[in-house]
């Protein structure tokens, strides 16, 4: 067994209560991060909590040209699908097509089932979860803007293969990530903890 770590609990305690979703309006575009950094990102994903170390994490990571397929692709699959409801919106049509361009890289969030595991679903979407987590704070850490979006195509299920998936797993949607355009930090709102606690003493 190791020695325990020291750790700097204000600087826990900092990050935590810190971290906050900037969306694209507050992204720099036409400069992205280095690969290395979003590393470290992915690094720090990988070490979420994890029921019988399934590490059900999967993630696909856009940059460059990469980040126009993605915009390519979505897009696209969004106007089939329109033409077999009937309804297609143009406001998201293009916002599919051009909002990946505006970040520096796009990560596809995928929950991979291991079905020999015999794991309730639930634990390994929360898995995943903590693992973006661990990524929403190591970005915040960084000072750089990011958030978790679960808009299309994460609930159509003819996506999945395009990003790795087979039919038992699940996209969880898509961390958008950039260097912020602006030096300010976004102020955090929460209402008080004790509104949300129990305690059973006796």
Known sequence: MNN??????????????????????QFKENDPIEDSIIKELLENANWAP?????????????????????ADYQSN?????????????????????ENPLKASHVIAIGMKRDL???LPEME??????MSVQNMYLTASARGLAAYWS??????????????GLGEEDMLMG??????????GWPEGKRTPISDKVTWVKE
């Open 174 to 183: 898509f961390f958008f990530i950039a260097k912020p355009v602006s030096d």
């Open 116 to 118: 020999r595991a015999n």
């Open 4 to 25: 325990k770590p020291v750790f700097n609990i204000e600087e826990v305690n900092k990050i935590i209560r810190h971290r906050r979703s900037q969306f694209v309006a």
């Open 124 to 129: 390994e979407i929360a898995a995943v979860a």
């Open 150 to 163: 679960t808009g299309a195509p994460t609930f159509w299920p003819e996506a999945k293969p395009f990003f």
């Open 50 to 70: 994890t029921h019988k170390l399934t590490q059900p994490w999967h993630y696909m990571v856009f940059s460059g040209e990469g980040l126009k397929k993605l």
């Open 77 to 97: 699959l969004y106007k089939e699908r329109s033409e077999k409801t009937g309804v297609f919106k143009e406001a998201v049509y293009t916002k599919l097509k």
